[in-house]
């Protein structure tokens, strides 16, 4: 289990920010479980979690997320639970809800998907 603040040696809540392919450095540990609650991590870009191809849960409860790009959490088939409670109003893609896990933990939190279109 990786604990971002523990491992990292940032106290809870000073992590703004998860750039692309940050989580690199430890995919080959094998990590099942990022809690990265009560930051002020706004947005998470393509490739946030990039090669953690065991990750199971991941907890972003409590930050100030207002948007999720479409490929956030691609590429990462154990994904099991993503917490977003108290989180704010989040635009996500329609891929959060379909297809990238099984539970989706929400509350205290304004969700927005868009439609999705069938041609």
């Given at each position: 289990?990786?604990?971002?603040?523990?491992?990292?040696?940032?106290?809870?809540?000073?992590?703004?920010?998860?750039?692309?392919?940050?989580?690199?450095?430890?995919?080959?540990?094998?990590?099942?479980?990022?809690?990265?609650?009560?930051?002020?991590?706004?947005?998470?870009?393509?490739?946030?979690?990039?090669?953690?191809?065991?990750?199971?849960?991941?907890?972003?409860?409590?930050?100030?997320?207002?948007?999720?790009?479409?490929?956030?959490?691609?590429?990462?088939?154990?994904?099991?639970?993503?917490?977003?409670?108290?989180?704010?109003?989040?635009?996500?893609?329609?891929q959060l809800v379909?297809?990238?896990?099984?539970s989706l933990a929400v509350s205290y939190?304004?969700?927005?998907?868009?439609?999705?279109?069938?041609?």
């Amino acid at each position: 289990s990786f604990v971002g603040q523990a491992t990292s040696g940032l106290p809870v809540g000073s992590l703004a920010s998860i750039a692309s392919g940050s989580f690199l450095p430890v995919a080959y540990l094998g990590v099942i479980e990022i809690k990265l609650f009560a930051n002020k991590i706004k947005a998470l870009p393509a490739g946030a979690f990039e090669g953690l191809k065991s990750l199971e849960l991941v907890d972003l409860g409590g930050n100030h997320l207002n948007q999720i790009d479409k490929d956030a959490f691609s590429g990462l088939p154990s994904l099991q639970t993503l917490w977003l409670g108290c989180s704010g109003s989040v635009e996500a893609p329609y891929q959060l809800v379909y297809f990238w896990c099984n539970s989706l933990a929400v509350s205290y939190t304004h969700l927005t998907l868009p439609t999705k279109r069938i041609v």
